[in-house]
């Protein structure tokens, strides 16, 4: 069946797809079931249930908490009461909660009930049918706040990001224009809810009419063979292919993200019948601004439908039908760019007709003169087969005025063996003062969410850790 565009959609979506589609599956999750007519259903009762507990329009119900079903009903049903959504890491400190919790004045929290983080000081949401039948006053419209998603900037405190329906259908219908994705296929909600390219799963499950997997965490392999779409990172898809029987994979597309591409990877998920995508996005343009079936070059591809994009003395330059209404702040929605571009901070060039992310302007330092660019050195220490995540930062240095050293995470043990095999590699890719003045193993607190790390947390830990390189800069 054709996909409905964002024109199209005379209602909320899942009520289109309700009269469209309606015996059709949604939703499945770990043997449930549920048909477009349920899920039209549900929702509407869910929302009933929030109204009765007092949630109103425009209010913000923030979600603390991995993907689960429940964190998908709640989402839609917070959407058709007209409120906003915002999805909160769930293994963020107490601290750190707290921090972000004050600075967005949620008037709702929603949480598992075996959460083990102290939210007993906010006002709790339950995901319950109402106790007597009643109207949902709010009609759909496109253009309505809808959900904020937190993202960190240079300074480390992360900014909230207004996205509309409008922006975040017109993301999926400009990656579904390439990707294809029907409505008898499934996506795996694969990727965090509080992460842009989990929501965007979302919406591109929305604007096809498609189904959504849906599975805890620890199950999300076992998830992957039951599925023929998937967002995954890269270290998700090679263990996929290692341990499963290929042949009975369903897995037909995957959009990859999150570090360097290992060409042997696309070569050998190919060769199982998957194909395999890499690009570049934002949390501001609503996830992937350009992409391309993944192949040996280092480019993130062309500009997708309802975007554009532009280079200004070597910086990124968007704007377009997914660009962001602006950032959340003291329950105000500010524009994010005074003028129609956005200015990401990101370099880059254009080369054999496509897009390469050269690194962030706010990354870059000096090493005895010479600009270090720490994303090249991250480029090719990934491509040593021992690597799975590398991070280079400067520390400061008397002769030279900082050194680049390297947080990694390898297969296996980061022994002393280990380092020497990779000082050894480095000395053969990079110039000198390119090469790492020592390596160190990323702490497991700060391993992120399998998507991105947070070079603000790994460089504060750094700070607290000097003793442990010092000798290295003497």
Request: aromatic letters at 8%; one cysteine or more; glycine letters at 6%.
């Amino acid at each position: 069946m054709a996909a409905a565009t964002t024109e199209t959609f005379p209602t909320w979506p899942w009520q289109h797809w309700a009269t469209e589609r309606p015996a059709a599956v949604a939703i499945h999750c770990e043997g449930q079931q549920f048909s477009w007519h349920e899920t039209a259903k549900r929702v509407d009762e869910y929302a009933q249930g929030l109204i009765e507990q007092g949630l109103k329009r425009d209010q913000l119900v923030a979600v603390v908490s991995p993907n689960s079903l429940q964190a998908v009903w709640l989402l839609l049903a917070v959407l058709r009461v007209g409120a906003r959504f915002v999805g909160i890491n769930p293994r963020l400190s107490q601290a750190e909660l707290d921090a972000q919790l004050a600075a967005l004045h949620c008037d709702f929290v929603w949480y598992p009930a075996k959460s083990v983080l102290d939210l007993s000081g906010y006002t709790r949401l339950q995901l319950l049918p109402p106790d007597a039948s009643r109207m949902v006053p709010v009609t759909w419209q496109l253009h309505r706040p809808a959900t904020l998603t937190l993202t960190s900037g240079s300074t480390g405190f992360p900014k909230a990001v207004v996205h509309s329906a409008q922006t975040h259908l017109a993301s999926a219908e400009g990656l579904l224009a390439w990707l294809p994705f029907d409505a008898e296929d499934s996506w795996l909600l694969s990727l965090p809810l509080f992460h842009i390219s989990g929501m965007a799963i979302i919406w591109r499950w929305l604007a096809r009419g498609a189904r959504l997997d849906v599975c805890a965490p620890e199950r999300l392999d076992a998830a992957l063979a039951q599925v023929t779409h998937a967002s995954l990172v890269p270290t998700q898809l090679q263990r996929l292919l290692d341990a499963a029987e290929t042949t009975s994979l369903a897995l037909k597309q995957v959009l990859l993200g999150g570090t360097m591409i290992p060409v042997s990877l696309t070569q050998q998920a190919r060769q199982a019948g998957i194909e395999c995508w890499c690009g570049y996005g934002m949390t501001e343009m609503a996830s992937t601004v350009t992409a391309k079936p993944a192949d040996d070059s280092s480019g993130v591809g062309t500009v997708l439908p309802n975007r554009e994009l532009t280079l200004v003395d070597g910086e990124v330059m968007v704007k377009g039908e997914t660009l962001c209404l602006g950032y959340y702040r003291q329950q105000t929605i500010f524009p994010i760019a005074e003028d129609e571009w956005f200015a990401t901070r990101d370099l880059a060039c254009w080369k054999d007709g496509e897009l390469h992310i050269l690194g962030r302007a706010d990354n870059m330092f000096i090493s005895g003169g010479e600009n270090i660019q720490p994303e090249d050195i991250e480029k090719v220490l990934l491509q040593h087969p021992d690597v799975t995540q590398a991070v280079v930062l400067p520390v400061e240095d008397a002769e030279f005025g900082h050194r680049p050293l390297a947080l990694i995470r390898t297969v296996g043990p980061l022994d002393e063996e280990r380092k020497q095999q990779l000082r050894a590699y480095m000395a053969q890719q990079v110039t000198a003062f390119r090469r790492p003045v020592e390596y160190l193993a990323i702490p497991a607190h700060l391993s992120g969410s399998g998507i991105k790390l947070s070079r603000v947390a790994l460089k504060a830990w750094l700070e607290s850790e000097r003793a442990v390189y010092q000798d290295c800069l003497v």
